[in-house]
Each structure stands twice: as structure tokens, then as C-alpha cells.
């Protein structure tokens, strides 16, 4: 008797509680908010002691909004002049790109800019490189030595690699090694060589770090990714069997790419907004870089992993990165050689 | 009686409309409140049409391009393939756990829905990490010569992964409206000496018709929407095509268009699905208590009812699951730091909680009308709230950013409009299984107990609601589930720093930090599971009180 009545009580209450708590917390909401809010493209593992330490250092609530840098972008695009957002920090410089060239951003000051290389910053002002990232091969130590690699990326259209290589064609970082092919060599050259790894059936991948796993797993013997994703794997398994190959020839393959931040022209918060660029282009901070998420620190004189060869060690292509902004023409030709 | 007499009884009846029904026209509080819903739900639709519009006569160059109607067959292949493999195994499932002996019935029950609460990316992850070419299975089977398995990427790995997500769908629905269902009929058949098996294919399916037409719709366009799998086992769908605009291009309009051709779509598969659903009363007709159906006996078919729930066990949760702990155990082997705070655990609960509230809370008018008050205006309002739902998730959230930003700004980035896109993203999930039970809810119940004095309000607290419980319930557990794991909703809407099990999964393995995601994977599978078990249970008492 004494469950039923329980029962039946709980079942009573249950909804109303439910709808209590839902209202209850719709009404909790907070105020709109005055401190300083960042949309982030990159992982919040690695990226959030450095926004803690920014947070310890000026005093200054930070807000950070975690999401897929084209994901967030778009959103600050449909947000337009209303967005909450003061600072977008980017996983690639495409996204940064198209918020530029949607008026979107405000010029930074030059004091920030000169701080990185001309190459790794926008030439207008408008968004500045924080950390560098080397396109690389990464190969099984198991089945492959360094000798068997070869020269340039035109090596792996050889028919010896048939079924043995992997790339991740919807990922940025690959699009701009692309697109600067098509930069220095043509739209003819870019599509034979994207012809070329197709008719040797590469394994698909949607992600960097699944080529990386693939590699270690023997499923492939190599893959073209960012330089950094071995690192994160050797994190949890230290003895994997892969290794980063770097090209010892200048060309599209050898591209540094870049992820780098900008501030909103709609934040009222500019002043704020602009110290978080700079903490991030702070020794500090690109010693940070340097040392956990693996990737290259773009402000000189900060020191490098040692697993990681210098950039000015290996060749590394010499180029404009804002001349690599035309994806969607990388787009109609990756479709063109019916990779997507 | 004769059983064909009995089979006439039960349908030819019921395939017409209630009269009843038609002559009463719905009270127009009841209709407002519907149509508000149905209007919400169409929201993200609106905004499509609005960002399509900005593309001009390069629509139709879009629309016809080969490469997209090539991706727009894929999709529509894999949708059929898995739209059937997943509702067979649903039905048998659903059947096997509520009708017959099998052994461990009620643990069955509850698992056999668990690998729904496994967001597509890892589920699809660790079907390569088991089934993979040089996956763990290969590994075992390697002192065997085995050097690697077939491939498991593409059209059949897609088949597999998304068939063994959402088959739980289907048990759901259909779960309910057998425990709905009034054995009456089926022991007339049975004193008839029928053999079970006729019972099941004349009398039993034909009921179960409209949980299943509604346990496959849900399947399909979870099908059609998903792009966790389809991305990681490499099969080109059009969710997929999708992304690559936006990832590469940012070129709203022309994924707009794409997506509106999603809609289209959609469009036709619920015209394909009122078509086969047609308009029966499947409330009990006759006099007397309705009491639970006798189980029927498995006999020699027992060991190989287990082995498919066990099979699908493994495969859909076991195997997951075991992936999940491999994670974990690195990561506590390199000393990785693998668990942050239990904010995210309430977050989650939070919002899964408030979401299957408010969702079922928006079904139940919807359905009310569609059922009670069949007709033009309901069907359109019906039809409004399913239209949006094979879109991707973060063309709803963008649209919600659209509209939010401009015409509710106070609201933006805040808990209630991250309540409110839930609801609507899931609104047709509550819909479809509170539409099914309340089709088992004779309205001469109610119209019994106003001729007593009731008044209509009361009439349907007292009455009514009790009646609609299983279908209420698992409407509830299935919005529960799929918002634990729903990410570009919550990562564009939640209000800033609100971090859940999903979100901080999907960091970790954004940043290839496996380790790091295995702990709330696994937290998120055990909430849901403990969760799910008490839905059921309850569900399960009820029948039986």
C-alpha cells in the first residue's frame, strides 16, 4: 500500500518538478554579460589554461565559447553587427579571411602585427597569426624507413603507393596545401597531381588525427596532415609506430599554415579585446604552444620543442598566405577531379 | 464468431474515420496552441527559404549539378537500406522484450535501447577501432593468417553503424504501443486455435502499424540528418555535402539550397508515410478491462532470440563501450588528468531533462489535434512540425542564431532558447510516440466521464493523461537521450561556458585527446542507461498495477 501511495505521489510530482526546473532555470538566467567573450575554433583542452592565465594576469572575466572554427564563423556572420563576440581565435586563416572580407573585423594595431612575420598575418590588418603549423608526412616506422619517402608531394602519384596513402580532402589545412599549389604551379598542375593520388585509391579520412591512428595502426603506410597530430598522439601511447616526414625540397608541400585570431569590429570591447591578442603573442603564451599543443611559436626567439625541427632547419614554402583564399575555386576543382 | 469475423471486427471498423471525431471540431484554444508550435517548428525552414532567395538563378545550377544529385542518391539509398534493416530488428526486439519469455526479459529491455545514447561519432569510431581492416577483431584473428578484414568504409559500414544507432527507435515506439495494445482481440483469435504466428502477422502488426510507420520515420531521418557516421566511415551523403560548403566556402545561400532540397525530401517521405499510415482507430471497441497480454512461449527459438539481442548488444553498446575503457586505461597508464568537474554531468541532466519536458509538453497538442481532430489544419500542422527535421543540426542552429539575434536578443545564447531549439529539433521524436499511444486512447472513455460531470480539463488530467502515459514516457526518454549527445545546438546556443558531457567529448576529440574523452563518454552512456532503465520500469508497472 505504502509503495503505491509513493508511487503514485512520485509520479504526481515528477512532471510539475520537471516543469519547475525548467522554468526555474529559464528565469535564472544571467544578465547580458560585460566581460570579455572569445569565440573559439580550437580544442578547449589545450587552449583553456592559456585563457586562465590571461584571466590571472589582467584581472579581465573572460567568456569562452568552444566550437568548430567554421561553425563559429558562420554564426558571427549571421550574428552581424549584434554578435556578443569580441575576439575570434581561428583554427585556419580561411575563416579569418571570411570574416574579413565580410567587414566583420577591426584593424589591429601595428605594434601587435609586427610582432609576427608579414606572411603570417593578414596585409590589411585585420587578423595576425598565433601559432604555425608544418604540412607533413606522416609514415609507419614498421613498414616504411625515411629513404623510401620521396622527394615531393608528385612522388606519392607514383602507382607504388596504391592503396597505401590517406588524406582528409575536407580538411582545411589540406584545402590550403591545395590552394597553394594552384598558387605556384596552375590549376592544370593541381588537378593532375589530385588526379593522380586518386587513381591510387586513398583512404578517406575526416580528420587529421585518424590518418595519424590509421598510420600507427599499419592500415596505411602514410598520410598527408598537419605536423603537430603525431605529438598528440604520442600523448597517450608514446611508442606508436609513426613518424613525421619533412619534404627536403621547397614546394606546395611544404606550406606553414597558420591559426590565428581577430578582433570584432562590433565589440564594444576593443581595448580588452586587443590585450588578449597581445597575452597571446606573449613569450608566455608562445612558449605555451610550443610546448603542448606542439605547433610553432610565429613571435622569434622562443624556444622549441625538442622532437620538433626548426623551421628555419627544413625548407618551408615561400608564400602569401593571403593569396590563399580562394577555397571555393580549390573547392570546384577537388570536385572536378571527383575527390568530394 | 469465425476469425475472419474477428480480424473484420477489429479493422474494417476501424480504417474508417471516427465520425464522432469529425463532427466535433476542435476548440480553438486547442488549435492556436498547436499551430503556435507548429509555427516554431518552422522557423529554421523560413530562414532556409531566406538565405536560398540570395542565390538568384544559380538555384536551379545547384540544384542540378550532377555531383549533387549523385550525393542526393547516396543518401536516398542508404536511408532505404537503413530505414529497413533498423525497423526489423525494431520490431523484433520490441516484441521479443514485452511478449515472450525470453530469458532476462527486463535486462534485455533496457539495453537493447542503450545504443542510442551513443553520439554517431563514437559509436562509428569504435566500430573501425573492433571491425576496422586492422581493427581488434583482426587482431585476434590474426594467428589465424587473418591479415585484414574486409573493408568496413563506405555504403556498408554506414549501413551497419547507423542501422545499430537507431533501431532503438523503433523498439521504443513500438514497445509502447504494444503495452497500449488490447489482447482482447488476440485471445478471441487464439480461442479460435490461430497459431501465434498468424495472431502476430494478422492481428498484431497491422495494429502496431502506426508505431512502426513512426519508429521508421524517425530512423529515416535520423538517416538523412546524421553526420557523425557518414563522415567518419567515409560515405558520401548529402549532410556531408553540406558541411564541405560551409567548411570550405562559408557560402551560406548555396547550402541553403541544398538543405531545402533535404526538405524536400523530408517532404516526401512523410507524404510516403500518411499515405501508408491511413486513418484507423486502433482503440479498444469493446466492453470490459483491458489486462496484459500472456507471454508467448519461445520454446526452441529461445537461444537464437538471445543471441540476436545478445549480437546486437555487442555490437551497438559492448563493443563502444569496451573501446571507451581501452581509451580510459591509456590515458590513466600516461597519467593523462581525465576528469574535470561534475558541472558538465548536471549541465547535461539539466538540459536533457528540461528538453524532454518541454518537447513532450509541445507534442501533446500537436498530437491531440492530428488524432482527435483529423483534418486539413491538423495534418498541415503536423506536417510543420516533422518538415525541419532531417536538416543537420547546425542549420537549425544557425537558423535559431538568425532569428534569435534579430527578433529576440534578450533570449540569445541563453538556457531557455537552448530549451527551445531542443525542442524544436526533437519535437517530432516526443510527436512520434505520443501520436501512437493516444490512437490506443478510446475517446469514450472521456466523453464517459464528462457525461459523469467532469469538466474537459479534468477529464483529461484524470482520464486521459494516465491512459497516455507509456507514450508520454518514451517520447520523454527519447528526447532524453538524443539531447545528451546533441552538440551544434548546444555549442552555438547554450549560453557561454555552459559545457556538457557531448561538448566536452567532442573537444577532446577535436583535439585527438581520446583519454580525455572516455570519461564523460562513458558518464554520458551510464546516465542515459540509468535513466532509460527507469523510464522502462515504470512503463513496465504500469501496464501491471
Known amino acids: 500500500m505504502k509503495t503505491k501511495f509513493t508511487n503514485t505521489l512520485f509520479r504526481r510530482l515528477l512532471p510539475v518538478a520537471l516543469i519547475a526546473g525548467a522554468l526555474g532555470s529559464i528565469a535564472m538566467n544571467d544578465a547580458p554579460s560585460s566581460p570579455l567573450v572569445v569565440y573559439c575554433g580550437r580544442g578547449e583542452e589545450l587552449i583553456r589554461p592559456l585563457f586562465e592565465q590571461f584571466q590571472q594576469q589582467s584581472g579581465m572575466a573572460v567568456e569562452v565559447r568552444y566550437g568548430g572554427t567554421a561553425e563559429l564563423a558562420a554564426t558571427i556572420l549571421e550574428e552581424g553587427d549584434r554578435s556578443p563576440a569580441d575576439v575570434f581565435f581561428a583554427q585556419d586563416a580561411g575563416a579569418l579571411g571570411a570574416l574579413k572580407k565580410a567587414g566583420r573585423l577591426a584593424t589591429l594595431d601595428e605594434s601587435l602585427l609586427e610582432r609576427v612575420p608579414a606572411t603570417y598575418r593578414s596585409p590589411e590588418g585585420s587578423w595576425v597569426g598565433i601559432s604555425g603549423r608544418a604540412r607533413v608526412v606522416v609514415y609507419n616506422t614498421d613498414r616504411l624507413k625515411e629513404a623510401d619517402l620521396p622527394d615531393d608531394m608528385d612522388g606519392f602519384t607514383d602507382p607504388a603507393w596504391k592503396g597505401r596513402i590517406g588524406w582528409a580532402p ?98 564594444d570591447n576593443q581595448e580588452a579585446a586587443r590585450s588578449l591578442v597581445a597575452f597571446l603573442l606573449s613569450p608566455d603564451a608562445q612558449a605555451y604552444f610550443a610546448r603542448e599543443t606542439s605547433e610553432y611559436p610565429l613571435v622569434e626567439d622562443v624556444p622549441l620543442r625538442e622532437d620538433i625541427p626548426a623551421l628555419n632547419a627544413v625548407p618551408v614554402l615561400e608564400i602569401d598566405l593571403n593569396l590563399l583564399d580562394d577555397l571555393p575555386g580549390t573547392l570546384e576543382l577537388i570536385h572536378a577531379a571527383g575527390v568530394l | 464468431m469465425t476469425f475472419e469475423a474477428i480480424r473484420a471486427e477489429a479493422f474494417d471498423g476501424a480504417r474508417d474515420h471516427d465520425p464522432a471525431a469529425r463532427r466535433r471540431p476542435p476548440p480553438p484554444g486547442l488549435t492556436i496552441v498547436a499551430a503556435a508550435i507548429g509555427l516554431a517548428a518552422l522557423l529554421p525552414l523560413a530562414y532556409l527559404l531566406l538565405r536560398a532567395a540570395e542565390s538568384g538563378p544559380a538555384f536551379w545550377t545547384i540544384v542540378t549539378r550532377p555531383r549533387t544529385l549523385t550525393v542526393l542518391w547516396n543518401s536516398v539509398l542508404l536511408t532505404a537500406l537503413v530505414t529497413s534493416s533498423a525497423t526489423l530488428i525494431g520490431i523484433a526486439v520490441a516484441w521479443l522484450t514485452t511478449r515472450t519469455d525470453l530469458p532476462a526479459r527486463h535486462v534485455w529491455a533496457v539495453v537493447t535501447c542503450l545504443p542510442l545514447v551513443l553520439p554517431s561519432y563514437v559509436g562509428a569510431f569504435a566500430l573501425i577501432g573492433a571491425l576496422g581492416p586492422r581493427g581488434m577483431v583482426q587482431t585476434l584473428l590474426a594467428p589465424l593468417g587473418v591479415e585484414r578484414l574486409p573493408s568496413l568504409y563506405g555504403l556498408p559500414g554506414a549501413w551497419l553503424a547507423l542501422t545499430l544507432f537507431s533501431y532503438p527507435y523503433v523498439v521504443l515506439t513500438v514497445r509502447a504501443a504494444l503495452r497500449g495494445l488490447d489482447p482482447a482481440v488476440e485471445d478471441a483469435a487464439r480461442s479460435l486455435g490461430k497459431s501465434p504466428r498468424r495472431i502476430f502477422f494478422d492481428i498484431t502488426l497491422p495494429h502496431l502499424r502506426p508505431s512502426i510507420l513512426a519508429g521508421g520515420l524517425l530512423v529515416a531521418l535520423y538517416t538523412l540528418s546524421d553526420f557523425g557516421a557518414v563522415s567518419m566511415l567515409q560515405f558520401n551523403s548529402f549532410t556531408r555535402a553540406i558541411f564541405v560548403l560551409y567548411r570550405t566556402s562559408f557560402d551560406r545561400s548555396a547550402a541553403a539550397v541544398l538543405a531545402l532540397m533535404l526538405v524536400a525530401l523530408t517532404l516526401l517521405i512523410l507524404w510516403g508515410e500518411a499515405r501508408a499510415r491511413g486513418s484507423s482507430r486502433l482503440y479498444r471497441a469493446g466492453v470490459g478491462a483491458s489486462r496484459p497480454s500472456p507471454r508467448v512461449r519461445l520454446g526452441i527459438w529461445k537461444i537464437p532470440s538471445v543471441l540476436v539481442c545478445a549480437g546486437l548488444t555487442t555490437l551497438g553498446l559492448v563493443l563502444p563501450v569496451l573501446v571507451i575503457v581501452f581509451w580510459l586505461f591509456q590515458g590513466w597508464k600516461a597519467g593523462e588528468p581525465l576528469w574535470r568537474g561534475w558541472d558538465m554531468v548536471w549541465n547535461s541532466s539539466r538540459a536533457a531533462l528540461c528538453a524532454g519536458a518541454v518537447t513532450v509538453a509541445a507534442a501533446l497538442p500537436v498530437a491531440w489535434l492530428a488524432v482527435r481532430h483529423p483534418g486539413r489544419r491538423a495534418r498541415l500542422i503536423e506536417r510543420s512540425a516533422y518538415a525541419g527535421h532531417a536538416l543537420p543540426s547546425i542549420m537549425i542552429a544557425l537558423a535559431l542564431v538568425f532569428w534569435s539575434v534579430r527578433y529576440a536578443p534578450g533570449l540569445y545564447q541563453s538556457f531557455g532558447l537552448l530549451l527551445f531549439a531542443y525542442a524544436c529539433r526533437f519535437l517530432p521524436e516526443a510527436l512520434g510516440s505520443v501520436r501512437a499511444s493516444l490512437l490506443h486512447v478510446s475517446p469514450r472513455y472521456e466523453e464517459a466521464a464528462r457525461g459523469l460531470g467532469h469538466r474537459p480539463l479534468s477529464v483529461f488530467r484524470t482520464v486521459t493523461l494516465p491512459l497516455l502515459r507509456p507514450g508520454l514516457l518514451s517520447g520523454f526518454a527519447l528526447v532524453f537521450m538524443t539531447t545528451m549527445k546533441e552538440l551544434p545546438l548546444t555549442l552555438l546556443l547554450s549560453p557561454t561556458g555552459f559545457s556538457t558531457l557531448a561538448t566536452r567529448i567532442w573537444s577532446a576529440t577535436e583535439d585527438a585527446l581520446f583519454a580525455q574523452a572516455a570519461a564523460p563518454a562513458l558518464v554520458l552512456v551510464v546516465l542515459s542507461g540509468i535513466f532509460v532503465g527507469v523510464i522502462l520500469k515504470q512503463e513496465e508497472e504500469d501496464v501491471y498495477e
Open chain 1, 170 to 267: 575536407e580538411n582545411g589545412s589540406f584545402q590550403a596545401f591545395v590552394t597553394a599549389l594552384r598558387v605556384r604551379e596552375g590549376d592544370e598542375k593541381a588537378l593532375a597531381w589530385l588526379k593522380g593520388i586518386q587513381a591510387n585509391e586513398p583512404r578517406v579520412f575526416a580528420k587529421n588525427s585518424a590518418i595519424v591512428a590509421a598510420v600507427a595502426a599499419g592500415e596505411i603506410d602514410a598520410g598527408f596532415v598537419n605536423h603537430y597530430y603525431l605529438f598528440g598522439a604520442r600523448k597517450t601511447n608514446p611508442d606508436i609506430a609513426a613518424e613525421n616526414y619533412y619534404f627536403p625540397r621547397q614546394h606546395a608541400g611544404t606550406l606553414v599554415n597558420v591559426a590565428g585570431a581577430g578582433v570584432l569590429a562590433s565589440s
